[in-house]
């Protein structure tokens, strides 16, 4: 029993860090893999495919925890979260879990306790943490699409949170507001003009 894990939301201004855990089901979608290297409409297919067939766990973390304890801590504490609540669902606890990066939760989160191992570019190595970056980014990017209703001046149903010219553009005409990452320096800076 493998779990992979993996993150979506680390670098924007705006929006929660999310992650996501998996248990491959018996049949793997063709194409799984580095969610940042297919187009939109492949990964919301096989985020389909893979929640249907699955065992999975999503974790988010929201910006006033990430400005609170820091975005690798945030991460940190997304990725114990999700494979918590997957750990609870199996009727055995994983043998390992396979996390993309170069940093796991060990000794980062006190409620982490399974024994992990960080991959770097792992997404695209092993398909059990290609499949968790699918899930976690698909999520990621419904729940700035959705927040983009609220807050329409930042155009996150296209760049997602990210700092695009867009976006800093409408930081500075409207300033921040309560979904963005005070903690980041474009943020804060655009809250000082």
């Not at 398909?127 to 980014?137: E, F, L, N, Q, W």
Request: charged share 25%; aromatic share 6%; with cysteine.
């Amino acid at each position: 029993m493998i779990i992979g894990v993996d993150e979506a939301g680390r670098g924007p201004l705006a929006g929660p860090v999310v992650a996501a855990a998996v248990v491959l089901g018996n049949e793997l979608p063709s194409g799984v893999g580095d969610s940042k290297k297919l187009s939109p409409k492949r990964r919301a297919a096989l985020d389909e495919q893979l929640r249907a067939t699955c065992r999975w766990a999503v974790a988010v973390v929201e910006p006033r925890e990430i400005d609170r304890i820091n975005i690798f801590q945030a991460t940190m504490e997304a990725m114990t979260r999700c494979v918590a609540e997957l750990a609870a669902q199996l009727a055995h606890p994983p043998l390992e879990v396979l996390i993309d990066g170069n940093q796991t939760p060990t000794n980062r989160c006190a409620e982490w306790r399974w024994p992990a191992r960080a991959i770097v570019g792992g997404d695209g190595i092993e398909p059990v943490i290609g499949a968790a970056s699918i899930i976690a980014k698909e999520w990621r990017d419904r729940m700035m699409i959705e927040a983009s209703e609220a807050h329409p001046h930042y155009g996150w149903e296209r760049n997602k949170g990210y700092g695009t010219a867009e976006h800093m553009e409408a930081l500075r005409v409207y300033g921040p507001c309560s979904l963005h990452r005070q903690s980041f320096a474009p943020v804060a800076q655009a809250t000082l003009l």
